[in-house]
């Protein structure tokens, strides 16, 4: 079954200096790979998605991802963090049917000033 | 933007009543879904929905559940007999593809069964 593991629950980082959120990625074909995001009492947005195209993905506010089919991960950077970039974090793949998202746990990034 | 909608965003309840939560999809979208986050949990998958019948279902979505699209906006959740252990948070999802294409969640409905 396609499955993605975060690495982290909580990340904490100064504002102006790089993010980093990891995703690693289970998978026996080629899969698609999303990073969303949700900030309190908002749904979930999608930053960007990974379908098999380029390797590194560019998303919305600044966020970009990199397919890394050697290592099995799909990590979510951001050169300079914002304070309005704190938020849960969650990696997702599709399922064999294509149907169901699989989430991983969320990764909550704090920003301090 | 179009987006997804869904009412109520509070619900409590009590054990063993039956609760409806409603989502509005984005009109164009073809494909619904639900999935639930109990507190502290990962999100997971509850059901699929297109051309009006279930494309696929989890573990958890069992015969105390059951999802209706009874027009052409609204697509429901029903749980028929409440237990506390689904006091969660219930998102509705919709896209215009299936697979590949993004799904857009609203913003989501906090069930607490007391």
């Known amino acids: 079954a396609q499955s993605v593991t975060q690495l982290d629950s909580h990340v904490s980082v100064s504002e102006g200096t790089p993010v980093l959120l990891r995703c690693n990625y289970s998978?026996?074909?080629?899969?698609?790979l999303f990073w969303y995001v949700q900030h309190p009492n908002k749904g979930l947005q999608l930053l960007l998605k990974?379908?098999?195209?380029?390797?590194l993905v560019k998303g919305i506010n600044g966020f970009e991802a990199e397919f890394k089919k050697s290592e099995t991960s799909f990590h979510l950077t951001k050169p300079s963090a914002h304070m309005s970039d704190a938020a849960e974090y969650f990696c997702?793949?599709?399922?064999?049917?294509?149907?169901?998202?699989?989430f991983g746990k969320g990764t909550s990034l704090l920003v301090t000033p | 933007e179009p987006e997804v909608t869904q009412t109520p965003s509070h619900q409590v309840t009590q054990m063993g009543q039956e609760v409806i939560l409603r989502c509005v999809p984005i009109s164009n979208h073809l494909y619904f879904y639900w999935y639930r986050q109990i507190l502290g949990q990962k999100v997971e998958f509850l059901v699929s929905f297109y051309n009006n019948e279930i494309s696929e279902k989890s573990e958890i979505f069992d015969d105390q559940f059951s999802v209706e699209r009874p027009d052409g906006s609204n697509f429901t959740l029903k749980i028929r007999s409440t237990k506390l252990e689904d006091s969660a948070m219930y998102f509705c999802a919709s896209s215009a593809e299936r697979g590949e294409n993004e799904q857009y969640f609203g913003p989501g409905t906090r069930l607490t069964v007391t």
């Open positions: 990974y379908t098999s195209a380029a390797t």
């Open positions: 998978s026996s074909y080629s899969p698609s």
């Open positions: 997702a793949t599709n399922s064999n049917s294509g149907y169901a998202l699989n």
